[in-house]
Every structure is written in C-alpha cells, then in structure tokens.
C-alpha cells in the first residue's frame, strides 16, 4: 500500500490525506481475480468514513447521544407520527434486538415513551417526548452545518456527482450475492519473502 497526492483537488490545500494506492502489477499477480483500483476505491471510502463518523461523533458529543440514537429520534421526528418497533428497525437497518436496546436508552433519557397501538394492542410504538424536540433542534442544527463544513471542499457540482456515484455503488452491492461472489474467488499467490 501506497500513498499518492497525484490528482488531489487544489482546495484540499494540502490538509487532505493522500490518495491509498497499491503496487497495481504485485496485486494482479497476487490476486487474480481482484481488481488494483476497486481495492483503492474501498480502502479509500473506508477511511474517508471513518474519519467522517469520527467527526461527527466528536462534535455531538455534547448531546451524549449515539449516532443510531440521533438517527432514530430524527426518523421519529420525519415520521410525525409514532413508529413501531420493526419500522424503526427497517428504517434504521437495524435488527429489532438493536431497535429495543435503542428505545430503551432513549427512554431513560427522557427523549422518548412507548405506547400501544390503537388499530392493534399488540404492537408497541415509540413516540418522542416534549423533552426530544429541542435536543432533536439542537443535534440537527449542529450536524448540517458539520456536513457543510466537510463538504466544502468539493463545489455543488463534485457533490452531485458524489452523490449519484454513492447512490450507484450502493443500489449494485444491493444485487450482489456476496457469498456467491467469495466462492469463485481465485487462490491467492503469496508473494516469496526474501
């Protein structure tokens, strides 16, 4: 693995970490059936996000509240309404273990309460509490203006395009079969160490 500033957009002004880039010929012979710019695509876009989910949670963590948690309560704040449990979970793509743990923590805090259903008594849902909405105002305040801060570096036009790449990669991994796709892997070739 490599390091390269080649191609780095001027208004990075230098701060921007360089470019991971691997030794293109050693890893086609080393890896036959993968791809040398696929891998720097995902070795980049991991420590990108990362760092972005490290910036994020060192700034709210004032609201002492996880990034799920902050998720959660502003789904419920989208929402208008009270959600089930397995809403949430859908929403959040979180498993309903994950979603109860969650709810749990929230109501502790105050933030949010379940009530029952009343098409269906046995459907629990969460709604917020009046004490939500000004830490609710306050996180998402805080977070647009972290997001427009770590985006600046890009003009509205690398920002769309970020997006529709993102949009892309992430609607093709969704068709994959990952456990197909890793049974027809090739054998990796070590390379001798001297």
């Given at each position: 693995m490599?390091?390269?500033?080649?191609?780095?957009?001027?208004?990075d002004?230098?701060?921007a970490p360089?470019v991971?880039?691997v030794?293109?010929t050693?890893?086609?012979?080393?890896?036959?059936?993968?791809?040398?710019?696929?891998?720097?695509?995902?070795?980049?876009?991991?420590?990108a996000?990362?760092?972005?989910?490290d910036?994020?949670t060192?700034a709210?963590?004032?609201?002492?509240?996880?990034?799920?948690?902050?998720?959660?309560?502003?789904t419920?704040?989208?929402?208008?309404?009270?959600?089930?449990?397995?809403?949430?979970?859908?929403?959040l793509l979180v498993?309903?273990?994950?979603?109860t743990?969650?709810?749990?923590?929230?109501?502790?805090k105050?933030?949010?309460?379940?009530?029952?259903?009343e098409?269906?008594r046995?459907?629990?849902?969460v709604?917020?509490?009046?004490?939500?909405?000004p830490?609710?105002?306050?996180?998402?305040?805080?977070?647009?203006?972290?997001?427009?801060?770590q985006?600046?570096?890009?003009?509205?036009a690398?920002?769309e395009?970020?997006?529709?790449?993102?949009?892309?990669v992430s609607?093709?991994?969704?068709t994959?079969?990952?456990?197909?796709?890793?049974?027809?892997?090739?054998?990796r070739r070590?390379?001798?160490?001297?």
């Amino acid at each position: 693995m490599t390091e390269s500033r080649a191609g780095q957009p001027p208004g990075d002004r230098g701060l921007a970490p360089p470019v991971l880039r691997v030794d293109r010929t050693a890893f086609a012979r080393e890896f036959p059936s993968g791809d040398a710019t696929a891998t720097e695509c995902a070795q980049n876009l991991i420590r990108a996000s990362t760092r972005f989910m490290d910036s994020d949670t060192q700034a709210l963590r004032s609201h002492g509240l996880s990034l799920q948690a902050r998720v959660l309560l502003a789904t419920l704040e989208g929402a208008g309404v009270p959600l089930s449990a397995s809403t949430l979970a859908e929403r959040l793509l979180v498993s309903g273990a994950s979603i109860t743990s969650l709810v749990d923590t929230l109501q502790r805090k105050g933030l949010v309460r379940r009530t029952g259903s009343e098409s269906d008594r046995r459907v629990v849902l969460v709604e917020l509490t009046e004490d939500a909405q000004p830490v609710i105002d306050g996180f998402l305040a805080e977070v647009t203006t972290l997001h427009a801060a770590q985006f600046a570096v890009l003009t509205d036009a690398e920002r769309e395009q970020f997006c529709t790449m993102l949009a892309r990669v992430s609607a093709h991994i969704a068709t994959l079969d990952g456990e197909a796709i890793a049974a027809r892997a090739k054998p990796r070739r070590r390379p001798k160490r001297r």
